[in-house]
C-alpha cells in the first residue's frame, strides 16, 4: 500500500499517520524522521567515538618548513647562475631597434590570462566519511544555523519512498503543507522529481476533510511542553490526564494496585512526557496564532490542494477516502478509515504471500488444501494469469511448468514454480 495524506494544517495528518503506520506496519514518510534519525547517528557515533592521535608538536610543520626553505634556496641559485634569453626587437633589415638612450628594447612578453578554477570542495574529516553526501551537507547546513533548502526536502522524500524497507511493506506519505520562500507546492514537486512514479504511484489518497473554523479552533488549544516542545491538543491532553478506573473485589472493597515506577521516570516527568498535562504550565505556539495560521489555511486552499486531482483523478471511490473529521476523535477516525478502506472482508487488505504446505501431490489439490472450515466465507483460490506454468522463469525468458511441492498462494491466487 501507497497513502497519501491530504488536510489542512492542523487537521490530524500525523497523528493519523502514526496510527494508520502502526496497524498496517507501513513506514510513515516525513523528512522529521529522518532528520531525527540522522542527528541521532550522529550523537550516538560523537559520544562513542575515540579520541584522535595527536601528532607531535613542531613535526610535520617543521619538516614543511624545512622543506619550503630548501625549495626557495635552489630557486634562487638557479636565477642566479644563469640569465633568463632576452629576446629584442629588430627593424626590417634586422637591426636592432634603440630606444632614446641608446638600449636595445626587448620584444614585450604577453601576459598570461589564468583560467579561472572551480571552487574546490573541503574535504571531509576522516571522522565524517561514514555520511553519505546528502547527510553530510544537511548536517552542515543545519549546524550553520541555516535551514536545509527544497531540493535536499525533496531528496530526503524520494530517498525515504525508494528504501527497502518502504519497498517491501509498503508507505504512508506525511508531508507539512505550508508556504515556503520559493512558492513551490508540494503536488508539483513530487510530479517534477518522479517521486511517487513508476512503482511508487500511490495506491490511496485519504482527505481528512474539515472546514476552516474547526481547524482554526484546533490550532488554538494546542499546546506545547517548554521543556521539551512536545505538542498536545486538546483531546490528548484530556486523555493523558485520565485517571484509571477503579476497581474493587467481591466485598467492595477498591482494590490498590502497586506499580512500579520506571527508571527514568523523574526525568520524563520534568521533561513533560509523562504525568498531568496543566494548561497553565503550557505554553501555545508561534505558528498557530490567528493571523499566521489564517495564512497558512489560504495557501493550502488556494496554492497546495489542486494539484493533487492530478493525482486523484487516477484512483477509484475505495482508494480515494475522503473523511470529514469534525467531532471525531483519532481512534474513531483510525476504525472509520480502516473500514473504509477494506469494504469486502474477504479480501485482505494487504495481502501476503503464504507458502502452500503439506506438499500437495496434483496440481488441484493446491486450490484447497490447507483450508479449515473457518475459511469457508472467504474467497475460494483459483489460478492466477500464469496457471501452472513458473512465472519466475517466464521473466528469466524460459516457459517451464511448475511443480505442485513448491506452491504459494496470495491474494487468493496460486502460484508455482
Not at 474539515?210 to 490550532?219: N, S, W
Not at 493571523?291 to 497558512?296: A, G, M, S, V
Request: hydrophobic share 30%; net charge negative; proline share 5%.
Amino acid at each position: 500500500m501507497k497513502i497519501l495524506l491530504l488536510g489542512k494544517p492542523r487537521a490530524g495528518k500525523t497523528t493519523m499517520a502514526m496510527s494508520l503506520a502502526e496497524k498496517l506496519d507501513l513506514v510513515r514518510i516525513s523528512p522529521e524522521i529522518w532528520l531525527e534519525d540522522l542527528f541521532k547517528r550522529i550523537k550516538e557515533r560523537e559520544e562513542n567515538e575515540e579520541p584522535e592521535e595527536e601528532a607531535p608538536e613542531g613535526g610535520e610543520e617543521e619538516k614543511q618548513e624545512e622543506g619550503g626553505e630548501g625549495e626557495g634556496g635552489e630557486g634562487e641559485g638557479e636565477g642566479e647562475g644563469e640569465e633568463a634569453e632576452v629576446e629584442y626587437q629588430k627593424d626590417e633589415n634586422g637591426e636592432f631597434v634603440l630606444d632614446e638612450e641608446g638600449n636595445k628594447i626587448p620584444v614585450p612578453k604577453p601576459e598570461k590570462i589564468e583560467e579561472p578554477k572551480e571552487p574546490e570542495e573541503p574535504k571531509r574529516a576522516k571522522k565524517d566519511e561514514w555520511l553519505t553526501d546528502l547527510e553530510y551537507e544537511v548536517r552542515n547546513t543545519m549546524r550553520d544555523g541555516k535551514a536545509i533548502d527544497l531540493d535536499q526536502i525533496d531528496e530526503i522524500v524520494k530517498l525515504m519512498v525508494n528504501s527497502h524497507e518502504a519497498q517491501t511493506k509498503g508507505f504512508i506519505i506525511d508531508l507539512t503543507y505550508a508556504r515556503n520562500g520559493q512558492d513551490k507546492q508540494w503536488g508539483t514537486r513530487l510530479i517534477d522529481k518522479d517521486i511517487l512514479s513508476g512503482s511508487n504511484e500511490l495506491t490511496h489518497i485519504i482527505e481528512l476533510y474539515c472546514e476552516d473554523d474547526e481547524v482554526r479552533k484546533r490550532a488554538k488549544d494546542l499546546l506545547i511542553t517548554p521543556q521539551h516542545g512536545a505538542v498536545y491538543s486538546k483531546w490528548q491532553r484530556v486523555e493523558r490526564n485520565k485517571k484509571p478506573p477503579k476497581q474493587f473485589d467481591d466485598e467492595g472493597n477498591e482494590i490498590e494496585e502497586e506499580v512500579e515506577p520506571e527508571e527514568n521516570e523523574e526525568e520524563l516527568i520534568a521533561l513533560g512526557l509523562k504525568g498531568d498535562l496543566i494548561d497553565s504550565e503550557l505554553v501555545s505556539r508561534g505558528c498557530d496564532s490567528k493571523d499566521i495560521f489564517d495564512k497558512e489555511i489560504e495557501y493550502y486552499n488556494m496554492r497546495e490542494r489542486n494539484i493533487f486531482d492530478e493525482f486523484i483523478v487516477k484512483l477509484y471511490d475505495t482508494t480515494f477516502i475522503k473523511l470529514d473529521v469534525a467531532g471525531m476523535t483519532p481512534d474513531e477516525l483510525s476504525e472509520t478509515l480502516m473500514a473504509r478502506m477494506k469494504p469486502n472482508d474477504s479480501e485482505p487488505l494487504r495481502p501476503v504471500a503464504h507458502i502452500i504446505e503439506d506438499g500437495a501431490g496434483s496440481f488441484k489439490e493446491l486450490l484447497t488444501t490447507g483450508l479449515g472450515e473457518e475459511d469457508q466465507f472467504f474467497l475460494p483460490r483459483q489460478w492466477s494469469l500464469w496457471k501452472t506454468t513458473d512465472p519466475v522463469a517466464l521473466k528469466n525468458g524460459q516457459v517451464e511448468q511448475g511443480v505442485p511441492e513448491f506452491a504459494a498462494h496470495f491474494g487468493n491466487n496460486v502460484f508455482v514454480f
